[in-house]
């Protein structure tokens, strides 16, 4: 029986796969040029920016790989995500003045046509969607061994 019989890059995982990726690369490179060129004009914005990307690098990787621990990194890196994006999105309607520029996460993801607010949630309930069939198939191969 294999660790992992139902990889988290299957199906619409794939999909996930894509556009993290995408979204790390877009988020790394707007944050690397803002943080290279005007740091010091929103260094918590752009500091922010930074983080997100290196969320989504660890959340496209995580999706990628195999096996338990792995799963759990997807877990934890999207539920971050998910939290990163209702804090940052939440401060930077109530109190602008925190953003002078905007994150990736500012206004729950505006700049980026609200991806960064659906897709951690999307993100989670395919990872609960892997848990519960790993859960089904252990159950199903349990049976068949006794």
Do not use: C
């Amino acid at each position: 029986m294999s660790d992992e019989p139902r990889p988290t890059s299957s199906g619409i995982g794939r999909v996930l796969i894509a556009v993290y990726a995408i979204l790390a690369l877009a988020s790394l490179g707007r944050s690397g040029y803002q943080i290279a060129t005007k740091f010091d004009e929103a260094p918590l914005a752009y500091s922010l920016s930074a983080l997100a990307a290196v969320v989504y690098v660890l959340a496209t990787v995580a999706l990628i790989a195999r096996g338990a621990a792995w799963f759990r990194v997807a877990v934890v890196a999207i539920g971050f995500e998910l939290a990163g994006v209702l804090i940052v999105g939440t401060l930077s309607i109530v109190d602008p003045v925190l953003f002078p520029d905007d994150t990736v996460w500012s206004q729950f993801g505006r700049g980026y046509a609200f991806i960064p607010l659906v897709l951690p949630i999307l993100g989670l309930l395919w990872l609960r969607r892997v848990a519960r069939a790993r859960s089904a198939d252990a159950a199903g191969s349990s049976e068949a061994a006794a």
